[in-house]
């Protein structure tokens, strides 16, 4: 429609939505924009690179205004899928038009356990730019102090992890798993935080891309902040209730997630039996619970030896 409002000379074409065409057709950037420029004489030649850089670097008002709508009029449990699936959808297209590649990853904490205290995080929605397909459960992995999502939560600010373009990563880093870990790899792990509670985090991992640049930082806090209603006020807890556990590492978590689809369908099967059902969300979150607890079950000596010490 918007095409067609042009070509019949309704409108002219303003720079967010050029920006989004260029982003629909990554590999004729040079040809549009000379084409569009000469068809609608919008701005000089030196003008159009500076304008549309400059609104490549904000948020369009349309999107804030759907993002309100999904939180006002969208019920729960379907609210925060929602809200995550247009964030996350928008931001890699936002971020990584050509499809360089760029993973983002929402992650949650997992609700107070022993001693009333957040221990780990997990994975709770993937999108990966080079499929732009999301994800809830393929990509299961816990967090915890080791990594770079449970560093940010852990301090409740922004962390930074680059890797020079001429170096090798030598050091892997749990926090960035389950993702390729490739030479010149960036990440950054913006927590989400509501009045001094953390939620979680979003984290961004790239082979490609300078995430530490200025723009990509500004845009990904942006992001960050519409995430906030995503989440439930109860599901923010204080930063002293932080508390994460050292874990393995994905290799070592695989084997328990591997059956997380079965034992989600396993326990709303029991349940049913039981005359207690539970819907999906309900069973995926218990699961998750069980499995932190055996999780945890195998790090937690040493955990708490070294807390004591």
Request: proline letters at 6%; hydrophobic letters at 45%.
């Amino acid at each position: 429609m918007t095409l067609t409002r042009w070509v019949a000379g309704e409108e002219s074409p303003c720079p967010y939505a050029l920006y989004r065409l260029f982003c629909a057709l990554p590999d004729h950037h040079q040809g549009l924009l000379e084409e569009v420029a000469r068809e609608f004489a919008l701005l000089s030649r030196g003008d159009q690179g500076s304008t549309l850089c400059s609104e490549a670097q904000e948020i369009a008002p349309v999107f804030y205004d759907r993002v309100l709508n999904a939180a006002l009029r969208v019920p729960m449990p379907l609210r925060t899928w929602a809200i995550s699936n247009l964030v996350l959808q928008q931001a890699t297209i936002h971020l990584d038009p050509r499809r360089q590649g760029l993973s983002l990853i929402i992650v949650r904490c997992m609700p107070p356990s022993r001693g009333g205290c957040v221990r780990s995080l997990r994975t709770a929605l993937v999108n990966d730019s080079r499929r732009w397909q999301l994800s809830s459960q393929s990509e299961a992995c816990f967090y915890g102090s080791e990594s770079l999502a449970g560093h940010a939560v852990s301090i409740a600010r922004t962390v930074i992890f680059q890797v020079p373009i001429q170096a090798s990563l030598a050091l892997p880093t749990a926090g960035l798993e389950p993702l390729v870990q490739d030479e010149a790899l960036s990440a950054v792990a913006c927590p989400i935080v509501r009045a001094r509670r953390v939620a979680g985090c979003l984290l961004a991992v790239s082979s490609r891309l300078q995430l530490q640049a200025q723009e990509r930082l500004s845009l990904l806090h942006k992001y960050r902040d519409l995430l906030l209603l995503a989440f439930e006020p109860e599901e923010f807890y204080p930063i002293d209730l932080i508390r994460l556990y050292r874990l393995p590492p994905l290799e070592v978590q695989k084997p328990l997630l591997s059956g997380l689809r079965r034992r989600v369908a396993r326990m709303m099967s029991e349940a049913t039996r039981q005359h207690h059902p539970l819907d999906v969300s309900q069973a995926e979150a218990l699961t998750w619970c069980q499995l932190e607890e055996e999780l945890l079950a195998q790090v937690a000596p040493a955990s708490e030896e070294s807390d004591e010490l």
